[in-house]
């Protein structure tokens, strides 16, 4: 079995939807967190969401009320579901499961401690 796996990524105009799927072994072996996490062209690796090791969704800020994290266990599969896309959430969508970020040349990378997959590309257009 692949640990991480994403899939679902694409391009898409402002105000679109994208799903995001993440499927693979690590999802069952997570023990603090499952979550989603994006690099910008340029730009630094952040949370966009996960769900903690309580069960509870958790958002950065910019994302509230536009995308939504949910998992289904039997499907072993990790989801993103993601409205109202706007230009600035364009970047590589990483999921990862009990993810430590990692710091290359003072730039935070979508790597690191934890399961990553390899990532997928969301592309937001005007």
């Known amino acids: 079995e692949v640990p991480l796996v994403e899939s679902g990524g694409g391009s898409v105009q402002a105000g679109g939807s994208l799903t995001l799927s993440c499927a693979g072994s690590?999802?069952?072996?997570?023990?603090?967190?499952m979550g989603w996490y994006r690099q910008p062209p340029g730009g630094e690796c952040d949370l966009a969401a996960l769900i903690d090791r309580d069960g509870k969704p958790r958002y950065k800020e910019s994302v509230k009320g536009r995308f939504t994290i949910s998992q289904d266990n039997t499907k072993n599969t990790l989801y993103l579901r993601m409205d109202n896309l706007r230009l600035e959430d364009t970047a590589i969508y990483y999921c990862a499961t009990d993810a430590f970020l990692e710091v290359v040349g003072g730039v935070v990378q979508c790597r690191g401690r934890g399961y990553w997959g390899k990532g997928t590309q969301v592309t937001v257009s005007s």
């Open positions: 690590a999802l069952r072996l997570a023990t603090a967190s």
